[in-house]
């Protein structure tokens, strides 16, 4: 690869989904290069390890822009978690104020670094609302629902202790015919206390169940207050623990929602410089 190596990076963490950011504003990667670059990176115990790689860039039109590759390579419009390590990474760094707004594939993503490691999003309107939707898991029919918050994403709650097999059933619904060619993420949501959700997710591109997602937890607090199980703010526990806060305003009299927020922990965990090896 035509890279000068080594490459400073930061490794964050948003309530347990992992990044590898780099400041991309002058150009070290190849565009052509940058898919290969990622799912190299990415690869635990081989190299660095992550969730995805977040590429910050200069932007005419607001305080930066992103390019976001998820851990086999591939590209994302969004991803709420890493939109959360990428905003206060940019502060951290002082490419932008504790107020800042920066360019997705998804659209202008506006965000608010706290005094703490909390980050708080507004996220671009959720579209694509599908209900009534249902798929055979384990020869039994399962009903879900659908919507785009940034990335596609279907939901499927479940009883609380109700055993839920993320890897097996994720795959199927993740590759389902209702969702192609782009696939969805899946989301397995039970109720587990007042305005309170557990939400474990297996995550297109990173092919497995991840400790949290951002866009995914939106997704399942939308769709539990549509159910009347929940309403705003909607705490959402994580598979690692963490938890995250979603705020919306359910639109009237028809199946939407605005003024969506996710907050969060975004935290630093370690700097670092790749060598060339980081690639073998």
């Not at 930066?64 to 939109?83: K, P, T």
Request: hydrophobic share 40%; with cysteine.
């Amino acid at each position: 690869m035509a890279i000068d190596f080594p490459v400073a990076f930061t490794k964050m963490s948003g309530a347990g989904n992992d990044f590898i950011i780099i400041d991309h504003r002058t150009p070290l990667i190849p565009e052509g290069e940058q898919s290969e670059f990622a799912k190299r990176v990415c690869r635990r115990m081989f190299s660095v390890g992550a969730d995805g790689l977040i590429l910050i860039e200069n932007s005419d039109t607001a305080d930066f822009r992103w390019r976001f590759y998820n851990g086999d390579g591939s590209v994302a419009e969004m991803c709420g978690n890493g939109a959360r390590c990428a905003a206060r990474f940019a502060f951290a760094s002082g490419i932008a104020g504790s107020s800042m707004s920066f360019e997705t594939l998804a659209g202008i993503i506006e965000a608010e670094v706290k005094e703490d490691d909390t980050v708080r999003l507004r996220m671009t309107p959720p579209h694509d609302f599908r209900t009534g939707l249902s798929v055979m898991l384990d020869g039994q029919e399962r009903s879900l629902s659908f919507v785009n918050s940034g990335v596609p994403h279907a939901v499927l709650f479940f009883d609380e202790g109700e055993e839920i097999l993320v890897r097996e059933w994720g795959k199927v619904v993740r590759f389902h015919p209702l969702f192609q060619p782009a696939g969805t993420n899946v989301n397995f949501v039970q109720k587990i206390g007042e305005n309170t959700i557990r939400v474990r997710t297996y995550e297109r591109g990173v092919e497995d169940e991840t400790m949290a997602c951002g866009t995914g937890a939106v997704a399942s607090a939308l769709f539990a207050s549509l159910a009347g199980l929940a309403g705003s703010p909607v705490a959402v526990v994580s598979s690692g623990g963490e938890r995250l806060t979603i705020l919306f305003d359910l639109e009237q009299g028809v199946l939407g929602a605005e003024n969506v927020y996710l907050q969060g922990p975004a935290r630093i965990i370690y700097e670092g410089k790749l060598t060339a090896e980081a690639l073998f």
